[in-house]
RNA sequence: GUCCCCAUCGUCCAGCGGCCCAGGACUCCACCCUUUCAAGGUGGCUACGCGGGUUCGAAUCCCGUUGGGGGCACCA
């Protein structure tokens, strides 16, 4: 039998961490088994519902290299892929469930319903629905207070429910006794727990892998499946991840949680990737730094942890820096493009010079960047007009009282006719460490702050070679009144 | 409140009865390398929540307890 998979966002928001974890996760086990992995936009919510956050969604997962096989875009078998386009499939089962007497019809109103919930809290009693309208006609419940026009339909939970199911992480699992669910709504729309299961079984999903989170309503749909004479499909409850205080991770808790963010910050998708794939699961062999085929090849569900890990931004940073060096160096220099321009250090589209400077740094920055957004101030001085060139506060202050130094290397490179990097070295060696007898720490000091403007910056002389003999010189100069 | 899930270093993982007075990674600290900062190398700090069992033997199995998390919506 081939394996269908899917991943089921909702278009609610910016899109979710979660989601990339749960599509990560599913789309391993598809691709080692050879099947099929679908998309399924599951947008039941018109009140939370957002226009553009399908779109994100897809972009981001793309980002991610978290493709599809089958979806709202690229159709597939089983279209439409859209809930909402999809409302007159579920209609015939919430009949056939009524009918069955699996089923009925609710009158209650919302404010009936908090009221009964608030009186079982207060009571101590578990809360669930009280079947006020369960046996009667829509007249017999009129004449009842708490009533309201457009009935709901209740799925009816039977005195000894299902609940225990098999896990794929968790082994056999014991789930809480349901509540008499909503299916369908007022508005027509089905709940997610019917628009689950009619869907995953006209799909032909034969693995759901979701959150933790759906743990205690899996009995729910175990029901669903049983009334209508469909076969449950396998399940596996991923952990859900967390913020640093082991709350379910959050938007309003946590920035890691809205996908979007990543990119804006200058990681690495595949360190994404890589670090979704080393929360609750690790290789056979240890192995930490890994991509996505390799996951896939020998993955296997009871090496998924059931604990929530917390989202730890400082081991996703340490792995980007592992990326961003393993990068060819042009692939870096694409990739850092972008974020030099937003800061406004380089044209959009950049110059030939420009590209070519980039291409000179590469070397000098790629093991210094671990985040894309920390390359703009490494390289801020190679690109800034000359005009605009300024020395940070802090750096100058190391260095006051360094004009002879600076002087001295001056006149030293400006004799040179040959201007690289070993020949730069060589002269200011030759000035500052045989002519001033200073260590080179204490002789390079100076002149960095000068020519790059901070006391933290790329190898000197490698600097000034890209710099050019003339920028050199003249930043040199200035500085030694200035830091005179 | 109620039901369910979970429990190894600060964090992420390994461990699935003896190889563990617990191993790797991140972080932190020290040292080495070194023109700054990185990268790289070496070393170090730090954990089986607690209490009972079971067993010749428990981080590993069982019970309890404590702690954490999630669900309890006409949201997913």
Redesign the pocket.
């Known amino acids: 039998m081939t394996v269908r998979l899917r991943v089921?966002?909702?278009p609610?928001g910016d899109p979710h961490v979660g989601t990339a974890y749960m599509a990560l996760f599913n789309l391993a086990f598809v691709r080692q088994q050879g099947g099929a992995f679908v998309l399924r936009v599951?947008?039941?919510?018109r009140?939370?519902f957002q226009a553009d956050s399908e779109q994100q969604v897809k972009d981001m997962l793309h980002w991610l290299g978290l493709d599809w096989d089958e979806g709202p875009d690229i159709g597939g078998p089983y279209a439409p892929y859209r809930?909402s386009e999809r409302l007159d499939t579920y209609r015939p089962y919430v009949e056939q469930l009524v009918a069955s007497g699996n089923a009925y019809e609710?009158?209650?109103?919302?404010e009936r319903?908090a009221q009964m919930?608030a009186q079982?809290?207060a009571?101590?009693?578990?809360?669930?629905?009280d079947r006020r309208c369960l046996g009667l006609t829509r007249e017999q419940r009129a004449e009842l207070d708490g009533f309201?026009e457009?009935?709901?339909v209740?799925l009816l939970v039977p005195e000894d429910p299902p609940?225990h199911f098999a896990d794929l992480i968790?082994?056999?699992?014991?789930?809480?006794?349901p509540?008499d669910?909503?299916l369908?709504?007022?508005?027509g729309?089905?709940?997610?727990?019917l628009?689950?299961v009619v869907d995953d079984h006209l799909m032909g999903i034969t693995h759901v892998v979701r959150?933790?989170?759906?743990?205690?309503?899996t009995p729910k749909h175990l029901l669903v499946y049983d009334a209508l004479g469909w076969d449950r499909p396998a399940y596996a409850?991923m952990?859900?991840l967390?913020?640093?205080?082991?709350?379910?991770i959050?938007k309003r808790k946590n920035p890691a949680a809205r996908l979007t963010w990543f990119g804006e910050q200058g990681y690495l998708p595949e360190a994404l990737v890589n670090f979704l794939g080393?929360?609750?699961?690790?290789?056979?062999d240890?192995t930490?730094v890994f991509d996505f085929a390799q996951m896939s090849r020998d993955f296997d569900w009871?090496?998924?942890?059931?604990?929530?890990?917390?989202?730890?931004l400082?081991?996703?940073?340490?792995?980007n820096?592992?990326y961003v060096?393993a990068l060819a160096p042009d692939d870096f220099a694409a990739r850092g493009m972008p974020f030099l321009q937003s800061a406004g250090l380089v044209a959009d589209p950049a110059s030939d010079d420009e590209r070519a400077t980039l291409d000179a740094l590469v070397p000098?920055v790629q093991?210094?960047?671990?985040l894309l957004t920390e390359l703009p101030a490494l390289v801020r001085c190679f690109f800034v007009p000359e005009e605009a060139f300024s020395i940070e506060e802090a750096a100058a202050a190391k260095v006051t009282g360094s004009g002879t130094v600076l002087t001295a290397a001056a006149d030293a490179l400006e004799t040179l006719t040959d201007w690289s990097?070993e020949t730069v070295?060589a002269a200011m060696d030759a000035a500052l460490i045989d002519g001033l007898g200073l260590?080179?720490?204490k002789?390079?000091?100076p002149v960095?702050v000068a020519v790059?403007g901070?006391?933290?910056?790329?190898?000197?002389?490698?600097s000034m070679a890209v710099l050019g003999k003339e920028r050199v010189l003249r930043r040199l100069r200035v500085a030694a009144t200035t830091l005179g």
Not at 184 to 187: H, M, N, Q, S, V
Not at 302 to 312: K, Y
Not at 314 to 319: A, C, P, T, V, Y
Not at 367 to 370: D, L, Y
């Open positions: 089921a966002p909702s609610t599951e947008d039941t919510d009140a939370r809930q609710c009158w209650c109103s919302s319903l919930r079982q809290q009571a101590k009693l578990p809360t669930g629905y309201t457009t009935p709901v209740r609940l968790r082994g056999e699992v014991n789930a809480p006794r509540d669910q909503v369908l709504k007022a508005d729309f089905p709940t997610y727990h628009a689950v959150g933790e989170e759906w743990i205690s309503s409850h952990p859900l967390r913020n640093t205080d082991k709350s379910k959050s080393l929360l609750g699961y690790s290789q056979p240890g930490e009871s090496r998924v942890s059931t604990v929530g890990p917390v989202f730890d400082e081991k996703l940073g340490w792995l820096g592992e060096r000098l093991t210094r960047v671990a990097t070295q260590k080179r720490g002789a390079y000091a960095r790059c901070a006391s933290v910056a790329p190898p000197l002389p490698e």
